[in-house]
């Protein structure tokens, strides 16, 4: 409640006074470009949060009123157009934003490619390669799941979600699965409650493709680059790009960073796979291949909202220019002293 008002109090702060188009500036005279990233969208928030982790989580509503906001201030573009003006370097002109879902959850399907088609926003759609077409659900619902229906919240414990992310921080991903094995031997968790989390299938890749959608790759596994061998992240990089270009008939160009993590290591592959753009969800950008770290601004259903739970376009503007994780900070370090410009934007 209290981070709630500060928010709504910073963003009309920011507003009144100029700073968040100051930082707007900034950022678009760096060359930075308006990438919005969404994860599932539902039908009802409240309904769905009771399951899964909030922040993952925008209703279609709520999706509707952010697009339509955006459009009456920005193009929306594709993420191929946006590329091209990155690498004309041309900042300048009209301002353009691209729409982006991570994880490939099957609700993108349900509810966001209706409404995008028919609004004519182009937007991309990053999935996970071994989970298209399977039951199979991502390692960080299933851990939430998992630790949320073992262990009852008590004062002063971490919260399924605080533990949820610093185990994906913290752990590997052959960790996480054999640590998720054994949470799964303890706890059982109903099939209805398993099936909102499911992926897209390949016919509805195909069919998002043939709809002007662009396909990007999220990895093959969703495992965090940071946390796993060299060998693994080239893995990750080049496998899921080639079953996504076999399967779908078209060359794939885009890449998104699982958890928005990266490091060199992690650049060098996406590059080495022969991506030609890659997505981060925090301000840090590589020095000397800043294409395949484009800064994102992530949203979900209160990234908008007033203290009252109403959408803000005052507060959904701060989130555009980057303003509240220029505050907040980055939790990642990037790979110390690597290659990193460590300026904001
Ligand atoms: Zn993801
Ligand atoms: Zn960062």
């Known amino acids: ?10 963003a009309r702060f920011m507003n009144q006074t100029g700073v968040g188009a100051l930082i707007s500036s900034w950022a678009g ?16 928030f409240e309904e769905s949060a009771k399951n899964s982790i909030p922040s993952m989580l925008v209703s279609r509503s709520m999706l509707e009123q952010h697009l339509d906001w955006i459009g009456r201030r920005f193009r929306f573009v594709s993420l191929d157009e946006l590329g091209e003006r990155i690498g004309n370097k041309d900042g300048r002109g009209d301002p353009v934003a691209a729409v982006t879902f ?26 996970v390669t071994d989970l298209v077409g399977t039951m199979r659900l991502q390692l960080h619902d299933k851990l939430y799941l998992l630790l949320s229906h073992r262990f009852r919240p008590n004062s002063g414990a971490p919260t399924p979600f605080q533990a949820t992310r610093a185990l994906l921080e913290n752990l590997t991903r052959a960790d996480l699965e054999n640590l998720t094995r054994a949470l799964e031997a303890d706890v059982s968790i109903s099939e209805d409650v398993l099936q909102p989390f499911h992926s897209l299938t390949w016919e509805m890749l195909g069919e998002i493709h043939r709809a002007g959608m662009t396909v990007g ?24 790009r080639s079953e996504l270009e076999a399967r779908l008939g078209t060359v794939v160009q885009h890449f998104a960073y699982p958890g928005g993590c990266f490091d060199d290591a992690a650049v060098e592959a996406v590059a080495a796979a022969g ?7 925090c301000g840090h950008q590589h020095a000397s291949l800043p294409r395949l770290t484009i800064p ?6 209160n990234s908008s909202s007033d203290s009252h739970g109403r959408f803000s376009g005052a ?31």
Not at 103 to 127: E, I, N, S, T
Not at 217 to 240: D, F, I, K, W, Y
């Open 1 to 10: 409640m209290i981070r709630s008002w500060m928010k709504t109090g910073a």
């Open 102 to 127: 991570d994880d490939g959850y099957r609700d993108f399907y349900d509810h966001a490619l209706p409404l995008l088609k028919q609004k004519g926003v182009p937007a991309a759609v990053f999935v």
């Open 315 to 345: 507060v959904l503007n701060c989130q555009i220019n980057h303003a509240f994780s220029l505050l907040s900070g980055c939790r990642q370090r990037h790979g110390t002293g690597r290659e990193h410009e460590h300026g904001r934007v």
């Open 29 to 44: 005279a760096k060359g930075v470009p308006f990438v919005a990233n969404y994860h599932r969208v539902v039908e009802n």
């Open 217 to 240: 790759s999220h990895g093959q596994s969703h495992a965090l680059m940071t946390n796993e061998s060299r060998q693994q992240v080239m893995r990750e990089a080049a496998v899921s």
């Open 275 to 281: 991506y030609r753009f890659a997505y981060t969800t």
């Open 296 to 301: 994102r601004s992530v949203f979900w259903q």
